[in-house]
Each structure stands twice: as C-alpha cells, then as structure tokens.
C-alpha cells in the first residue's frame, strides 16, 4: 500500500502518469538556488543545453563558466573557486565527469574536502540510442568510494531540484546522478526530502520483502510491489536517494521485518546501491539480497525501455527477484 506521509503523486499508477526528464529538475533548482545565493556559480564543458544549465547562463551570465571539452580544468577551476568561498556546480555527462576527471576530483575537490557540487548527466540506460560509451554505469561505484563525497541518486524531476538545493548546505563535495529522458513523476512538492535519510513510499500490511531502489528504479520498483501486492506477496519500497552517507539505520529495520531485501539500481551490480546496501547490511544484520542491476556489461544503443527489459532491468525482473528471494526460506 502506498505511505501516504510519502505524498506521492496521484497519477503515478495511472495509465498516464506525469512524465519529465530528470535532468529538468537539476536545471530549474540551480536557477532558483542562482536567485538566493550569489556565491553559485556554474561551470560547465561545452554542455550547456544538455545539462540544463543554460538558463543560469541567461540570467547570471558573470557568474557562468564556459570551460569547453576539458572536464579536468573545470573541476581544478572549480575546487579553486570553492577555496576562494564560491559555491560551484560543474556539469557534464557522466562519462566525462566524474569519469575522464576522477582524479581531479579526488585530489583537488575530496582531499582539499571543498564544497564542489559534480552533477552527472546522462547516466545509465535511460541515454539510449547514445549507446555504451555514453551510458555511464560505473558512477556511483567511483564517487561514493570517495572520502568527502556525498552522493545522490534522486527518483525524479522533483527530487532532483530538491537535491540539487540541498547541496549548497553540505559541508563537503558533492554528486547528483541524473537521467536524460524523460521517467515517471513520482513525488511532489509537499514530499520529504532530507540527505541521508530514506524514504518508504510503500509498505504493505504484512510485508514478505523490502525493495530497495535509486534513481529510475524507484517507479519500476513501485510498479512491481503493485503487481505483487495482488499476487499475495507484501513489500516494502524504500526510496534510497542518498547512496552516500546511506540510511543504515532504515536498511536495518526492514531487514529485520522482512528478513529478505530486493536492491534494485539503473548501475553495474559490482559497486552500486546494492553493493552499499550489502556492506550495511554484512556489518549489521545479515540477510539474503537479491541484486537487480547490470551484470558487469557494456550496455548499447537503443530504446531505453527496451534496454532495461534486455538487461533485466524492468518490472517483472524485480518481481522475480522478489519471488526468488521469498522462496529461499
């Protein structure tokens, strides 16, 4: 059943839901957070429309950095730029930043523990016919890996803004992952949203299971506990935003309720959300994981949705895993 204390959106599990990129939501927190502090400034690599930084660059054009296809100078430019008190966000696609630049980033942003906000574009099979070079997998593995880094994975348009918001208050650097086409809205304004601490937004009366999704997976997610709620197997969907740091405290809950947990992520298996929720769980409670993400594999060009049916990505995968781990008892 759905939580109501979530405020989802009502037309999520309706024949047509609100659909809107991702991305958008990053766009429009960065104008609004341009608006309400000067010290913002945006640098970005001859990507301006693709990230939605392009309004920022209308409305506060000295305060917009055009770096060009040179994703480590952006990232040094803006670690100097946050010891000198601005407040930068770079952008790119995500297989350029933080993928061509990790070492920047580890060196001049995370050792020098400065508030430089990485937003990851274009991550994950939702880039489609972009294919593998630019379907970035790996992310989140590479960045919450990472002392002094913070890492969300927001499930739509709304949250991303939020995010997005929320990262001019962290004390350290920080990455948002964000998908390109457009996906289900699934929360509102009114939806809590506080770094670091996970969201239930369905948990049936008599759960068997506790799904743990991020990013493009969280609808999926709740798709699939709709499906199962009418197939006899409760559940719990917990919205996991923040991959780093994690809500082990939620994780340990659920596991000792359900006694299973499902991780589903838009991300290599090796690395993600499912690995980090496994670390929470080895240390603390130990129960049996099923794993729903990319099998160590390149993805390719395509239809996003036809993408994650190939790479077993979609509703019904989560489900099985769901059954699966519910018949190992």
């Known amino acids: 059943m759905i939580n109501e204390n979530a405020k989802l959106n009502k037309k999520l599990f309706t024949q047509a839901p609100d659909m809107t990129p991702i991305r958008n939501g990053f766009g429009e927190g960065i104008v609004e957070l341009g608006k309400e502090n000067d010290r913002v400034v945006v640098l970005t690599a001859d ?3 693709s990230t939605r930084v392009d309004e920022f660059a209308k409305q ?18 803006a670690a100097g730029l946050a010891v000198g008190g601005k407040i930068p966000f770079v952008t790119s696609y995500a297989v350029f930043s933080p993928g061509r630049n990790w070492e920047q980033i580890r060196t001049t942003i995370c050792y020098n523990n400065v508030n430089v906000n990485i937003a990851g574009h274009h991550t994950g099979l939702m880039t489609g016919p972009d294919g593998a070079t630019h379907q970035a997998l790996e992310d989140i593995a590479i960045m919450r890996v990472l002392p002094n880094m913070t890492v969300f994975v927001p499930c739509d348009a709304i949250e991303a803004k939020k995010a997005t918001k929320a990262m001019t208050h962290i004390q350290n650097a920080g990455y948002i992952r964000l998908a390109r086409d457009p996906s289900a809205l699934i929360t ?23 799904i743990i999704a991020c990013g493009t997976m969280v609808a999926r997610s709740l798709f699939a506990a709709e499906e ?7 559940s719990v969907v917990i919205n996991m935003h923040t991959i780093k740091p994690i809500d082990s405290k939620t994780i340990i809950t659920y596991a000792k309720k359900t006694k299973c947990v499902v991780t589903a992520e838009e991300h290599q298996i090796a690395g993600g959300l499912g690995s980090a929720v496994a670390e929470v769980l080895a240390m603390n409670y130990p129960v049996p994981q099923e794993f729903v993400g990319v099998k160590d594999a390149f993805g390719e060009s395509g239809k ?18 769901a059954y699966r781990i519910v018949k190992r008892f």
Not at 228 to 234: A, F, V, Y
Not at 309 to 318: A, F, M, N, R, S
């Open 60 to 77: 506060f054009p000295e305060r917009f950095f055009e770096v060009g296809v040179a994703e480590q100078n952006m990232v040094t430019i």
């Open 228 to 234: 199962l709620e009418k197939e006899g197997i409760g």
């Open 47 to 49: 990507l301006k429309e």
């Open 304 to 321: 996003p949705n036809e993408l994650f049916e190939k790479y077993g990505l979609g509703v019904k995968d989560i489900k099985t895993a």
């Open 188 to 210: 509102t304004e009114e939806t809590p949203f506080t770094p670091g601490k996970a969201n239930i937004l369905w948990e049936s009366k008599k759960p068997k299971v506790t």
